[in-house]
């Protein structure tokens, strides 16, 4: 049967778990400025958060109003309201774009990334590096807690393994 006069995707959901999900993934892209999933859903996110953005540049309080109707998670309607406002102020549409990274090995799925157009790559991965680096720093510790444990239970298990050899000498006598 023809998708004719269809507006939206289904996901093989009902209205209920379909709407979680959508507000789940708006959540999760206003959170973090980026997602990864899978391209339909990416194209059917990308609708709700473009209005949620247009909505959230009027400022007044029913669109605040409206846009804790739709996405009830007062946090993601406070950064649109005040960040993703301010950032797109200027900008007429189109806040949003779909990178296509390819399917996924599971069930060969397309893949995307949904990401603001002004998403900043070095914002993203500055928090990385230095975590990079106190890890590097961290290492030579943990190298020698990680030894000093390791002799110590190396010294149990001797203790344990004579323990045994004792006890089983102490049967076999028993036995005799």
């Known amino acids: 049967m023809a998708s004719h006069r269809r507006r939206t995707r289904t996901f093989s959901r009902a209205s209920k778990p379909r709407r979680a999900l959508l507000r789940g993934l708006m ?48 946090d993601a309607v406070k950064s649109i309201m005040t960040d993703l406002a301010v950032r797109f102020k200027s900008r007429p549409g189109g806040y949003t774009r779909i990178i296509k990274i390819g399917r996924r090995p599971g069930d060969t799925a397309e893949m995307a990334f949904l990401e603001f157009v002004d998403h900043n790559w070095d914002e993203s991965k500055a928090p990385k590096k230095e975590a990079a680096a106190d890890k590097k720093e961290a290492k030579p510790a943990k190298k020698a807690a990680a030894k000093t444990k390791k002799a110590a239970s190396s010294v149990v298990a001797a203790k344990k393994k004579s323990a045994k050899k004792i006890q089983k000498k102490s049967r076999a006598a028993a036995r005799a």
């Open 27 to 74: 959540t999760s892209l206003i959170e973090h400025g980026r997602i990864k999933t899978t391209v339909e859903r990416a194209k059917e996110t990308r609708r709700h958060v473009e209005k949620a953005i247009t909505l959230g540049k009027k400022g007044d309080l029913s669109a605040t109003r409206l846009l804790m109707s739709r996405l009830p998670n007062k």
